[in-house]
């Protein structure tokens, strides 16, 4: 988890990616778990990566370490 942006990664220090970070939440749900995870970082991250037609890109053109 990269808790400058809050997204996740697919491996730690791995860049975060919309992929990785819906998996994180979709296993964090399974296991009841959703407490546990940063659910204003996660949307501010996600949002971020919303381009102005609506679509997404996977992940961010800037690196966080």
Same mark, same amino acid.
């Given at each position: 988890?990269?808790?400058?942006?809050?997204?996740?990664?697919?491996?730690?220090?791995?860049?975060?990616?919309?992929? +990785?970070?819906?998996?994180?939440? /979709?296993?964090?749900?399974?296991?009841?778990?959703?407490?546990? $995870?940063?659910?204003?970082?996660?949307? +501010?991250?996600?949002?971020?990566? /919303?381009?102005?037609?609506?679509?997404?890109?996977?992940?961010? $053109?800037?690196q966080f370490?």
């Amino acid at each position: 988890h990269h808790k400058d942006c809050g997204g996740f990664g697919p491996f730690p220090q791995h860049d975060p990616n919309l992929l +990785s970070t819906l998996s994180a939440v /979709q296993i964090a749900t399974m296991y009841d778990e959703l407490d546990m $995870l940063d659910i204003t970082g996660i949307v +501010s991250y996600v949002k971020s990566l /919303q381009k102005e037609d609506g679509s997404f890109t996977c992940e961010a $053109l800037t690196q966080f370490s």
